[in-house]
Structures are given as structure tokens and as C-alpha cells.
């Protein structure tokens, strides 16, 4: 695959999500670094935003719950270039019943080369690099030219 250049702008579009064992884990850490979250665009799905909402009175867009839709909502977001990072505290140690959307999201924010943290320490590394806080440009897939490949 061809590929091209996105700049992740200094202000980001960050989607939230976590699992419902996780949830408390990534509460703590958006109050944490609430006031740098709060410069930012926050995305989530339904019970994660609206807890955070709640919690820390930062605004967030929240999509429908995971298990209704939520993941492939932000999968959706992300593959039309509109997420730039995503913070996704799956649960490793328990099923939910939508585990082919959790992977499809995966999936998606590695097919178009965002910054994924899905635990704790990652979501510290990220947050406290150089590259947060500045444009960066990133590679992602050349759609353009895929389609007229394609369409010879
Ligand atoms: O299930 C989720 C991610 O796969 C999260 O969904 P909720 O934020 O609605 O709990």
C-alpha cells in the first residue's frame, strides 16, 4: 500500500474508551490530566463519556454504548481521519459480548497509524511526550491512489 502524510494537529481529536473493569482506571486517569484533556476534542463511547462527563465536568462526545455500536462509531471516526489518538483500556480478562467490534477498532486505529494506548502506563507515555503537545505529521494509507489502483 502507497502511503501518505495526515499531520496530527496540536490540539487533538482523543477518543476515551474503556471496559467496565477498566472504567475506574481511566476515570483516575483523565482526572489526572484533566487540564491538559480539557484543550483537547474528547470522543468516547456511551457509558465511558458520560461517566467522564459526570466525573470530571470535562465535555465529551459520546457515541452509543460499546455493546450497542459505540466501538465502530469511533472505528468509523478514525478511519475518516476525525481521531488522532485513542486511549482504550480493554479488559484482558474478561469477555463482552462485542469482542469482533473491540478488535475491529483495534485494527482500524493500526490501519491508519494513530497513537493507541490500551493500559495505563502507555496512556502516561503519551500523554507526557514531546509529540503531544506539537503538530506531528503521520504516515497513513494513500486511499487515492488505492482507488485508482483499483479502478485500472
Ligand atoms: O464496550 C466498550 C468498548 O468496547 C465501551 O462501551 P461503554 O463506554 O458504553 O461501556
Redesign the pocket.
Same mark, same amino acid.
Given at each position: 500500500m502507497e502511503q501518505t502524510s495526515r499531520t496530527i494537529p496540536e490540539l487533538k481529536h482523543i477518543a476515551l474508551?474503556? !471496559? +467496565?473493569h477498566c472504567k475506574s482506571s481511566l476515570l483516575q486517569w483523565v482526572s489526572t490530566h484533566k487540564a491538559v484533556l480539557g484543550n483537547h476534542t474528547l470522543y468516547?463511547? #456511551?457509558?465511558?463519556?458520560n461517566l467522564i462527563q459526570r466525573e470530571t465536568g470535562l465535555e465529551v462526545n459520546a457515541m452509543l454504548? #460499546?455493546?450497542m455500536g459505540? +466501538?465502530q462509531q469511533v472505528g468509523a471516526l478514525i478511519s475518516e481521519g476525525k481521531i488522532d489518538l485513542l486511549i482504550f483500556f480493554?479488559d484482558p480478562l474478561n469477555a463482552?459480548p !462485542?469482542d469482533p +467490534?473491540?478488535k475491529a477498532l483495534l485494527r482500524l486505529a493500526t490501519v491508519w497509524n494513530i497513537p493507541v494506548a490500551t493500559n495505563r502506563s502507555t496512556a502516561d507515555f503519551i500523554i507526557h511526550s514531546p509529540l503531544f503537545s506539537q503538530p506531528v505529521d503521520i504516515l497513513i494509507p494513500d486511499y487515492q491512489r488505492y482507488l485508482q489502483q483499483r479502478l485500472q
Open positions: 474508551v474503556a !471496559h +467496565d468516547a463511547t #456511551g457509558t465511558t463519556g454504548s #460499546g455493546p459505540g +466501538d480493554w463482552v !462485542h +467490534d473491540v
